[in-house]
């Protein structure tokens, strides 16, 4: 037990020497790391536009010389360069203002594993100083998690702490997807906005205890006044990893056979899928045996895909919804206590704008989260740059007898912060920091601390961990949302 516990800590304290020692050109000042972040609005109003108005497009983000240029594919096991395209990553962007006279809101969905903040701020950087959409007081971009796309944050290459993002790749990305935003502006129409909610059964699967998830999919609809254009927005729950970890091709994973079920089955229709809370892991409800490879990974993921979009189509029981979106975001200052992701930050392979503490011993990560409504209160959108546990969302914690730390989880859940009548999260929305785990149930091997999974003493295997920033993050990030809520309201 001593040397498991002097291990442990001389971990620690080479992260804080590293840490302490690093010139500060490494660290991000505060200014530079929010400066093309669009805060939304001081207050929420209740007045209604007249009408809505919204626009989308879209841009191919594959490569053509996929086969040619090394591009590891993410998700899974490092090391895994692409050999061919199985279908396209996309970015797919949707304008919408009220016309209330507050500005307009970009959502924008990448076919990506995730992106850092400092990528997306990049984007917002190429759409601000383009001055081609006036008046435009947020720009939100997520990612779908597709586990078989190409490396976008550098953690999936050839080897230990050797990044996998490919540069040229990268900036194409950016330009594409600015692009995407900027003609999703010029290609709005008028016309009307619409919501319904539809409980899925057996689709959902929880790799770990508590088994809990979000089970509704949630459909929003714009349709023109001149019965043109029809726009889809659907968020639902689920890793997009249902290729496998054998894949050696490009995809977009099971969201990309949804969206083309729906726009076959709707003409001039055009579809944007949205990641849910997915922490946990929630999955598809045959996940283990794509990770046991005993199924047909491409057969079943078109299929899983396939249903979604059946489930999609068949809503046909919408609301309307009054002409009023409200949307505020907050930067964020999350602390890194895993001193993995620090080094991998440090040698370059991660790119996160991060901080360094007064004392210089400890990194914080540059992030930010926000909150929309649409409709004066009817929906509730939570915006989570990582991967939320779900229980943060609707309460259902382990017990202190059942938790991994013998504690209570003590927050304000994130349903609890608002009375919109439907509540849905965005997950992986403008950041990537991994796993977002209640502090109860957040367990760390001792001897290798955020290097190897920790057993609990229930023999949990608590694999998440290693995947995400430290035990302060979901309290950072609920705390801020909580404060940011009562603020605007």
């Known amino acids: 037990m001593k040397y498991r516990t002097l291990t442990a800590k001389s971990i620690g304290t080479l992260a804080k020497t590293i840490i302490s020692g690093m010139p500060d050109s490494y660290f991000t000042k505060e200014s530079d790391a929010d400066r093309y972040m669009l805060t939304g609005d001081s207050k929420f109003t209740s007045r209604n536009g007249e009408k809505f108005t919204c626009g989308f497009a879209s841009s191919v983000l594959t490569p053509d010389d996929v086969t040619k240029e090394k591009y590891y594919i993410a998700g899974y096991g490092s090391n895994n360069p692409a050999q061919g395209v199985l279908d396209d990553m996309y970015a797919r962007a949707f304008y919408i203002d009220d016309n209330t006279g507050t500005g307009g809101v970009v959502m924008c969905v990448i076919d990506a594993v995730g992106l850092s903040r400092h990528d997306i701020n990049l984007i917002r950087k190429l759409v601000i100083e383009s001055r081609k959409i006036p008046c435009l007081k947020s720009i939100n971009i997520s990612a779908t ?50 919501y319904s909610v539809k409980q899925t059964e057996d689709l959902q699967f929880d790799c770990r205890t508590p088994d809990t998830f979000d089970s509704n999919l949630t459909k929003i609809r714009f349709e023109s006044s001149d019965g043109e254009k029809n726009i889809v927005i659907v968020n639902f729950a689920s890793h997009a990893e249902l290729l496998g970890g054998c894949t050696k091709t ?225 309290r950072t990030i609920l705390d801020a949302m909580h404060n940011l809520i009562r603020g605007v309201k």
């Open 250 to 474: 490009v995809s977009a994973d099971f969201p990309a056979y949804m969206i083309k079920e729906i726009e076959a089955n709707n003409e001039n229709c055009d579809v944007v899928f949205i990641n849910g809370a997915i922490g946990g892991m929630i999955s598809a409800k045959e996940i283990k045996k794509v990770y046991r490879e005993t199924i047909d990974c491409e057969a079943y993921t078109k299929e899983f895909g396939k249903m979604l979009g059946e489930i999609v189509n068949s809503m046909t029981d919408e609301k309307e919804l009054p002409g009023c979106i409200n949307i505020k975001s907050v930067p964020l200052r999350i602390k890194a206590s895993n001193f993995v992701l620090i080094l991998a930050r440090l040698l370059k392979v991660l790119n996160n704008d991060i901080a360094r503490s007064s004392k210089r011993s400890e990194a914080f990560i540059y992030s930010e989260t926000g909150y929309i409504e649409l409709g004066n209160g009817e929906i509730g959108i939570f915006m989570i740059p990582g991967e939320l546990f779900p229980e943060l969302y609707n309460g259902e914690f382990l017990t202190e007898y059942m938790s991994a730390t013998g504690k209570r989880a003590e927050y304000t859940i994130l349903k609890d912060m608002t009375d919109a009548k439907h509540t849905f999260v965005i997950g992986l929305c403008n950041d990537e920091l991994g796993y977002i785990i209640p502090d109860n149930d957040f367990f760390l091997n001792d001897k290798l601390p955020y290097i190897d999974s920790g057993k609990d003493v229930f023999g949990r295997n608590h694999y998440e961990e290693t995947n995400s920033t430290g035990p302060e993050t979901a």
């Open 145 to 194: 998690h597709s586990h078989s796309a190409i490396d976008t944050q550098g953690l999936w290459g050839e080897k230990l702490f050797s990044c996998g993002r490919n540069e040229k790749f990268m900036e194409s990305l950016r330009k594409k997807t600015a692009d995407a935003i900027i003609r999703s502006y010029e290609n709005r129409k008028d016309g009307k906005l619409y």
